[in-house]
T-cell receptor, first 114, second 111 residues
């Protein structure tokens, strides 16, 4: 896990507020992935990004959720108008993107919607 | 049919015994296979990766891959209480693609 930095580690938001989760990949990694883990459930893929490009967003909810990975700075997962069902652990992972390379996870951001 | 399937467990194993975990996948195009360990409230931690048929050993862990039968397994030898965790099987179709996870198998190692 060392090297993939996520913040905040814990975030509490009231229903209707916005949540922004940030992820800095490991040094040398240009590919970022976001996963969500609901309580007592498995990891679900949300989105896969490279710098300035969304490669695969097939797991993103159609509304309220967006992600970016700008040329400079961390990747950001944004959840607008949060609802209680958004309460989950959000994990960011990164990889170099080359064939056979492994994906490493950050420590996660725990979102609680009250 | 789920893309990656695992028995949810719990798999109860006496200390010192071998824990055997299985995982099946549906996409024959899958190329890379991984086992992650996740402690409660923590992030997934990579244990093993395997890319070709056969066995791969790393310390007390052995991963086995059989692409013809579309399964991958993990053996944990000399199980310790610290091995108690959820073990996640994950597959990718190609490098740089997303990991697809199974639901995980919870392992309990009893002293």
């Amino acid at each position: 896990n060392a090297g993939v930095m996520q913040n905040p580690r814990h975030l509490v938001r009231r229903r209707g507020q916005e949540a922004r989760l940030r992820c800095s990949p490991m040094k040398g990694h240009s590919h970022v992935y976001w996963y969500r883990q609901l309580p007592e459930e498995g990891l679900k893929f949300m989105v896969y990004l490279q710098k300035e490009n969304i490669i695969d967003e097939s797991g993103m909810p159609k509304e309220r959720f967006s992600a970016e990975f700008p040329k400079e700075g961390p990747s950001i997962l944004r959840i607008q108008q949060v609802v209680r069902g958004d309460s989950a652990a959000y994990f960011c992972a990164s990889s170099p993107g080359d064939r056979g390379n492994t994906i490493y996870f950050g420590e996660g951001s725990w979102l609680t919607v009250v | 049919q789920k893309e990656v399937e695992q028995n949810s467990g719990p798999l109860s194993v006496p200390e010192g015994a071998i824990a055997s975990l299985n995982c099946t996948y549906s996409d024959r195009g899958s190329q890379s296979f991984f086992w992650y360990r996740q402690y409660s409230g923590k992030s997934p931690e990579l244990i093993m990766s395997i890319y070709s048929n056969g066995d791969k050993e790393d310390g007390r862990f052995t991963a086995q891959l059989n692409k013809a039968s579309q399964y991958v397994s993990l053996l944990i030898r000399d199980s310790q209480p610290s091995d108690s965790a959820t073990y996640l099987c994950a597959v990718t179709k190609a490098a740089g693609n997303k990991l697809t996870f199974g639901g995980g198998t919870r392992v309990l190692v009893k002293p």
